[in-house]
């Protein structure tokens, strides 16, 4: 199949995606088909410049596509190939062009031997599926029966891909990226980003921070992008600059917010906080024992999804109750009955005993109310005691968390984890 049709450069390298299915309006399917082609063109220098999703609807498709290709004169549409009746993309957009669906033979035989190879009779449905609008180019599917198809329209053009997210992969690196490059749509620069991770600091405040800073980044642009346990803001250059230009400028704009955001910012890309610390610990020798209350050992989980803590990690004790507490911890009755056990001074108690215990030479504590329920006045849902015990100072920070109960979990392991950070970076200081 031949992917020829250049006639010089499309509109403005515009390009729009829209995904095709009533299971991802739903929710029932997460739309991993736009995540992918957007990363994947983005690597190539193309710009997805909008993207939209619709139902397994015959008008909806249609005006999607027809307002995708008024406005940029490209789109890429992914889902509603397939033979059954809610698949109508093709006869959607085959409408909207006024062109007739047609069978393509070449296509219809290769399917037929498919099924005659497993010594099946080709189901008389598939046949819809060796149907293209006239005049488009088929692409055809190695890994499945749906094949891709290619309508040009004056300078316009309409890509349908299959749904079946392999399927749309494969014939996306095979027939599109390299169709793209013929029509001019790649930039002499790749879209590239780089990611500043930072926890403990809300948006907004955040953002004041660092409003001078975005003022002088164009063209470069800064997202940011909250994660649930932390703040991440990416700068991505558009393609506009030259590679090495815009690499530079990505490394010194990375350098000053991290100068400007140093107690918060824990790393770059995919780093993980608990990765961090474990590192951390790791470099100088040092050896941790946590107690956990009410985050039930997550912050273990974390420390120890990497290979290789044991290195650092001594023990984990998740001591839930106040007798445990007690027996395990050598946390005192007294404190308990004094402060309870959601308190600094239990907190405190707790990072020590660890510490006691097993002999490690840091402890780390966290002792909070999760909910939904046991929130009083004084003592909210939400609110969180960490405390970390590091060379001869023991350390403790109240946190008020909001959330449902799995999120405030989540934050009081990640809280507790950047307080240790501190820590130790104070300690080293
Ligand atoms: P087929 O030939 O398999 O019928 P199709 O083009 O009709 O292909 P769909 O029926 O729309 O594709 O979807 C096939 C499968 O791919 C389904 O399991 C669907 O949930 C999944 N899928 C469709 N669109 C997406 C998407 N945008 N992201 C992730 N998965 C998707
Ligand atoms: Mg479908």
């Known amino acids: 199949v031949a992917t020829s049709g250049a006639r010089g ?72 190939l397939g033979p059954t009746r809610d698949d109508l993309t093709k006869q959607a957009v085959a409408a909207l062009l006024g062109r007739e669906l047609i ?42 029966t749906a094949p891709g198809i290619i309508v040009e329209e004056g300078d316009d053009v309409a890509i349908l891909l299959p749904g079946v997210p392999s399927e749309m992969r494969w014939l996306t690196a095979r027939y599109v990226l390299p169709y793209l490059a013929e029509r001019g749509f790649m930039r002499d620069s790749p879209v590239i980003s780089r990611t500043v991770r930072t926890t403990g600091i809300a948006e907004s405040a955040l953002a004041e921070r660092i409003d001078d800073l975005v003022a002088e980044l164009a063209p470069l642009t ?50 993980d906080l608990a990765t961090v610390v474990g590192q951390e610990l790791r470099e100088r020798g040092l050896t941790l024992a946590i107690a956990e209350s009410c985050t039930g050992g997550l912050i273990a989980k974390r420390l120890t999804d990497a290979a290789g803590a044991s290195d650092f990690l001594s023990s984990a004790v998740v001591s839930y109750s106040n007798e445990s507490k007690r027996d395990l911890l ?29 002999g490690a030479m840091c402890g780390l504590s966290v002792t909070g109310i999760a909910g939904p329920g046991g929130g009083t006045t004084d003592k909210p849902v939400g609110t969180v005691w960490v405390a970390a015990a590091v060379a001869d100072r023991v350390e403790a920070k109240l946190l008020r968390l909001f959330g449902d109960r799995a999120e405030i979990r989540e934050r009081a392991a990640q809280a507790a984890l950047a307080f240790l950070r501190e820590l130790l970076r104070r300690e080293a200081a």
């Open 9 to 80: 450069d499309v509109k403005s390298g515009a390009l729009e995606i829209v995904t095709i299915g009533t299971e991802l309006l739903l929710g029932a399917t997460l739309d991993r088909n736009a995540s992918w082609l957007g990363r994947e063109l983005a690597a190539s220098g193309i710009a997805v410049t909008r993207r939209v999703t619709v139902g397994d609807n015959e008008n909806a498709i249609r005006s999607a596509v027809g307002d995708a290709l008024k406005r940029s004169g490209a789109v890429i549409c992914t889902g509603g």
């Open 330 to 358: 050598g946390v005192s009755d007294e404190t308990l009955r004094e402060h309870g056990a959601v308190s600094e001074a239990i907190a405190r108690e707790m990072a020590q005993g660890v510490r006691n215990v097993t």
């Open 222 to 271: 800064l997202a940011y992008l909250p994660t649930g346990i932390g703040e991440d803001l990416r700068i991505t250059s558009w393609g506009e600059l030259p590679l090495a230009e815009a690499t530079a400028r990505l490394e010194r704009a990375m350098a000053s917010f991290t100068a400007r955001l140093a107690p918060w910012v824990y790393g770059t890309s995919d780093d």
């Open 103 to 144: 069978v393509h033979d070449g296509w219809l035989a290769t399917i037929r031997e498919r099924f005659e190879a497993r010594g099946l009779r080709m189901p008389e449905v598939n046949r819809v599926q060796a149907e293209v609008p006239q005049g488009a180019l088929l692409l055809p599917n190695e890994r499945g």
